[in-house]
């Protein structure tokens, strides 16, 4: 039975606790995991979070629950900047690691971090979830059979709204040491889609804007915001695909929206999150004379569902992947 820490109990620390909570319900053939030790900023939060989320300990030193013989993996679900130095040392411990993205604000915390997972020999994945979606799975199997013959251009967007709000506090997003913001925090996730269905990028060129200047501060008055909350990207994938991305986290109205416009020579392919239940799909191969988007609705034939989902567009709660 596998020993499961946790680092971090913010909003991913709760959806991670959720998701191995989760485990025996999804995947009845294997052993449900123990969730043995949590770890906070302090003993009495890790220990108030440790009775919600279901662990059988808290600590107020991450280390502690690194250096627990009980743990065998540990989810990572702390502020960017900590990722390197807490990934490197639950690694070098020995354990496996599912770390939430970005995985690190520099790219040297990164390679540190990748490097680390090599020696270990320990499985280390970083939360992309979104890759998982039936809908996305399928766009990537209907582009190997080149169904929409060679791609042209991918067009991709992504835009919530936690940031819209001009008067909201400043937090830790918005300090330099997070990363620069959108482009890193947030866009890693359409930037995951691109490697899962395109391959590597290139070439970039990037514009980043900041749309407030300060926010408030709890103790009164302002501080300046130091990321950047938009961004354009036009980019050149190796496989000489042409691509635009599109990211913002103040974009009034929009609840964790990633469109996908996908062109190719014999048609095209629509994707929007908000709709995550379906696609739609063109084809020059039909009659000029029904030419046209059709819906794709996502049902159990769609993988990976888990077996017990029997109604199609049951929504992607009903997915999930090993």
């Given at each position: 039975m596998v020993g499961v820490g946790l680092i971090g109990t913010g909003f991913m620390g709760?959806?991670?606790?959720?998701?191995?909570?989760?485990?025996?319900?999804?995947?009845?053939?294997?052993?449900?995991?123990?969730?043995?030790?949590?770890?906070?900023?302090?003993?009495?939060?890790?220990?108030?979070?440790?009775?919600?989320?279901?662990?059988?300990?808290?600590?107020?030193?991450?280390?502690?629950?690194?250096?627990?013989?009980?743990?065998?993996?540990?989810?990572?679900?702390?502020?960017?900047?900590?990722?390197?130095?807490?990934?490197?040392?639950?690694?070098?411990?020995?354990?496996?690691?599912?770390?939430?993205?970005?995985?690190?604000?520099?790219?040297?915390?990164?390679?540190?971090?990748?490097?680390?997972?090599?020696?270990?020999?320990?499985?280390?994945?970083?939360g992309y979830n979104y890759i998982q979606n039936p809908a996305i799975r399928h766009i990537g199997a209907l582009l190997e059979e080149k169904i929409i013959g060679d791609v042209n251009l991918v067009r991709i967007e992504m835009d919530e709204d936690?940031?819209?709000?001009?008067?909201?506090?400043?937090?830790?997003?918005?300090?330099?040491?997070?990363?620069?913001?959108?482009?890193?925090?947030?866009?890693?996730?359409?930037?995951?889609?691109?490697?899962?269905?395109?391959?590597?990028?290139?070439?970039?060129m990037c514009d980043m804007v900041k749309p407030y200047a300060d926010r408030k501060v709890a103790s009164g008055g302002r501080r300046a915001v130091e990321t950047y909350d938009i961004a354009s990207v036009l980019m050149h994938l190796e496989n000489g695909v042409a691509g635009t991305l599109l990211v913002n986290r103040s974009a009034w109205g929009r609840k964790g929206r990633i469109a996908i416009q996908i062109f190719g020579s014999k048609g095209s392919i629509l994707y929007d999150q908000e709709r995550m239940n379906e696609f739609q799909l063109y084809l020059t191969a039909d009659r000029p004379t029904e030419q046209g988007y059709r819906t794709i609705l996502v049902a159990p034939h769609h993988k990976p569902m888990i077996p017990s989902c029997r109604r199609p567009a049951m929504g992607w709660a009903s997915t999930t992947s090993r």
């Open positions: 709760k959806c991670h606790a959720i998701a191995w909570n989760a485990v025996g319900t999804v995947f009845p053939d294997v052993d449900k995991p123990r969730l043995v030790h949590l770890g906070e900023v302090n003993d009495d939060l890790a220990r108030r979070k440790a009775g919600e989320f279901g662990f059988a300990r808290g600590s107020g030193d991450w280390r502690a629950v690194v250096n627990d013989t009980e743990v065998d993996v540990v989810s990572l679900t702390t502020p960017n900047q900590f990722h390197p130095e807490m990934a490197i040392a639950i690694l070098e411990a020995g354990k496996h690691l599912w770390c939430e993205k970005p995985m690190a604000p520099s790219f040297a915390g990164a390679e540190a971090m990748a490097e680390a997972a090599k020696k270990s020999g320990k499985a280390a994945v970083l936690f940031m819209a709000d001009p008067e909201a506090r400043f937090f830790w997003k918005h300090e330099a040491a997070s990363g620069y913001g959108a482009l890193d925090d947030f866009a890693v996730h359409p930037l995951s889609l691109i490697k899962v269905l395109f391959g590597r990028v290139a070439r970039v």
